[in-house]
């Protein structure tokens, strides 16, 4: 199963209520992944174990791993275009995987 | 009538974990949220709060003594314990009117849209509980639920205005087009803007600091484990502990901080069905006029600038907690301060320089604040039911967010003639922080068209 983080701040609010609609979302479409939401000042523990990103902030790091524009989800913009980019990256790192 | 009476007493009297969640339910029901649904949130909502007893009563117990400790031996005395942001966000949802926030929040906002007062459509649901932290802080100072409710609708205008002001540079610094943060936390700029405009005058305080390399270096201090352990040991220690002793209020310490965030996931995850049915519904309402669309201040926590002048100005507060005479309140839960950063940021357009004495000079206010409002706070934890705070002991929130205006506000609120002129000043203060930073963005807009 693949590993989907949101950070946010704190790891509360911002990145659990993006986590929270993508939950729901992933469950919608039977998708059996679950989005965990962590704090942005730990993200680099987070990252290690983690299959796709998704962010709320502009980032120029490289990390390794898909990302996800999360700010999307808050504004309803390219939701549809980026909650698909998850659903590759999803299936992808699951077919890695060998589920 | 007096049956009714006695219904709402009875459920009051349930206890904040129990009537929290069934206003939830009946809200959500109403927002036509399907029943299972709305009774999972409503649920979850009874265990974030029962959650954040534990952790508050864990982070009482463990600190309190320490704190009493260091009282006694080195007269220092700070009884207020320090339960951060997400303590103040649970405790405010036990005030009984606080589901009537939502309503107003919205109303205000469909209402400045319609006549063109804002261009900031604020979809930010969960910092609903800010407003509902002014309210109650202001009703039990000035006695009156409608000097509350007044206060809370003055914030919110001044939130959509702020979201108007700070748009440009939101999406300046984040990348993000069409976005803003209509958050009270950046109102703390109006009394820092005369600082700004005198900091712009000197030169040798625009000096370029590579923001993203001292952020690598000094990142790990900002992690609350390691920042819970430090301040745990040092308390121990001041305290006049054994090793052994200091070393498991450490590891207390830590546990806590780790804990706050883990337990106030619940009240975001409670609150997004909601939170998201009402920001669609505000979305299509405008969805063919151009706005803003206001999100948390997180955007802006991709800027190294923000977490470098942060972890600067932890020590500057624990420094100021010890050496401010009148202080009370121990920094603990709340010390990660973003009460002051996030309007340093926009202000400051990430000189961090600027950023760092921003922080600096306001750290006192914070702490005062923290002091003045703690007798407060503490009544409202309280009033949740289950919250144990030992006698003599008080909660806070040692960085008290929007400390002035929230000051003002409450005394204001009952018609203190100082409050009320203090208020007036600060309006008109705000009133040029508007203009010179309108002015600003329009500068900005010309020379990008130049340019391109």
């Known amino acids: 199963m693949a590993k989907i983080i949101v950070a946010c701040g704190s790891g509360v609010a911002t990145s659990q209520t993006v986590a929270s609609k993508l939950n729901k979302m992933l469950k919608e479409r039977k998708i059996n992944s679950t989005v965990e939401a962590v704090d942005i000042k730990s993200l680099d523990h987070h990252i290690k174990d983690a299959d796709v990103y998704v962010s709320i902030v502009k980032t120029n790091k490289d990390y390794h791993i898909p990302v996800i524009n999360g700010v999307a989800f808050l504004t309803g913009m390219g939701m549809e275009m980026e909650f698909n980019k998850l659903v590759d990256a999803i299936k992808k790192a699951d077919a890695k995987k060998g589920k | 009538m007096d049956v009714l009476k006695e219904i709402v007493n009875y459920v009051l009297n349930l206890g904040a974990a129990v009537f929290v969640p069934l206003i939830m339910l009946i809200v959500g029901l109403i927002a036509r949220m399907k029943f299972k649904e709305a009774f999972s949130a409503a649920l979850t909502l009874g265990i974030a709060f029962t959650g954040m007893t534990l952790v508050i009563n864990f982070m009482t117990g463990a600190i309190s003594p320490a704190a009493q400790a260091l009282?006694?031996?080195?007269?220092?005395?700070?009884?207020?314990?320090?339960?951060?942001?997400?303590?103040?966000?649970?405790?405010?949802?036990?005030?009984?009117?606080?589901?009537?926030?939502?309503?107003?929040?919205?109303?205000?906002?469909?209402?400045?849209?319609?006549?063109?007062?804002?261009?900031?459509?604020?979809?930010?649901?969960?910092?609903?509980?800010?407003?509902?932290?002014?309210?109650?802080?202001?009703?039990?100072?000035?006695?009156?639920?409608?000097?509350?409710?007044?206060?809370?609708?003055?914030?919110?205008?001044?939130?959509?205005?702020?979201?108007?002001?700070?748009?440009?540079?939101?999406?300046?610094?984040?990348?993000?087009?069409?976005?803003?943060?209509?958050?009270?936390?950046?109102?703390?700029?109006?009394?820092?803007?005369?600082?700004?405009?005198?900091?712009?005058?000197?030169?040798?305080?625009?000096?370029?600091?590579?923001?993203?390399?001292?952020?690598?270096k000094i990142g790990i201090f900002g992690e609350n484990e390691v920042m819970g352990a430090i301040i745990g040991l040092l308390l121990g220690f001041a305290a006049g502990y054994s090793v052994s002793k200091s070393l498991t209020l450490a590891v207390q310490a830590a546990a806590a901080l780790v804990l706050f965030p883990m337990v106030s996931k619940l009240f975001a995850q409670a609150l997004s069905p909601l939170s998201e049915a009402v920001s669609e519904f505000m979305r299509n309402k405008f969805k063919d006029k151009e706005v803003y669309i206001g999100l948390d201040w997180p955007i802006l926590a991709g800027r190294s600038e923000l977490w470098v002048a942060v972890i600067i100005t932890i020590p500057v507060l624990l420094v100021c907690s010890i050496i401010l005479p009148g202080n009370?309140?121990?920094?603990?839960?709340?010390?990660?301060?973003?009460?002051?950063?996030?309007?340093?940021?926009?202000?400051?357009?990430?000189?961090?320089?600027?950023?760092?004495?921003?922080?600096?000079?306001?750290?006192?206010?914070?702490?005062?604040?923290?002091?003045?409002?703690?007798?407060?706070?503490?009544?409202?934890?309280?009033?949740?039911?289950?919250?144990?705070?030992?006698?003599?002991?008080?909660?806070?929130?040692s960085t008290f967010e929007s400390p002035d205006f929230r000051f003002l506000l409450s005394f204001a609120g009952k018609f203190n003639v100082w409050g009320i002129i203090g208020l007036i000043i600060w309006l008109v203060m705000f009133y040029w922080l508007y203009k010179d930073i309108d002015k600003k963005n329009k500068l900005n807009q010309t020379e990008g068209r130049k340019i391109s």
């Open chain 2, 328 to 397: 009370e309140v121990l920094p603990f839960a709340g010390i990660i301060n973003l009460s002051f950063v996030v309007a340093a940021l926009l202000l400051a357009n990430a000189n961090i320089i600027h950023m760092l004495i921003m922080g600096i000079i306001t750290a006192p206010l914070f702490l005062y604040a923290a002091t003045f409002f703690a007798p407060y706070i503490t009544k409202l934890a309280r009033s949740v039911g289950t919250v144990d705070i030992p006698k003599g002991m008080m909660l806070s929130w």
């Open chain 2, 71 to 216: 009282s006694e031996r080195t007269g220092i005395t700070l009884n207020a314990v320090d339960g951060g942001w997400p303590g103040m966000a649970a405790i405010s949802w036990a005030w009984p009117y606080a589901f009537l926030l939502f309503p107003l929040q919205i109303a205000i906002n469909i209402v400045m849209l319609i006549f063109n007062w804002t261009k900031t459509l604020n979809v930010d649901m969960w910092n609903v509980w800010s407003k509902i932290f002014t309210a109650v802080m202001v009703s039990y100072i000035s006695g009156s639920i409608a000097m509350g409710f007044i206060a809370a609708i003055i914030q919110i205008v001044l939130e959509l205005k702020s979201g108007d002001l700070w748009g440009p540079r939101v999406q300046e610094l984040t990348g993000i087009p069409g976005v803003t943060v209509p958050h009270h936390i950046t109102l703390l700029a109006n009394i820092m803007h005369p600082f700004e405009v005198l900091m712009n005058k000197i030169p040798g305080l625009n000096k370029k600091v590579d923001a993203d390399y001292l952020k690598e």
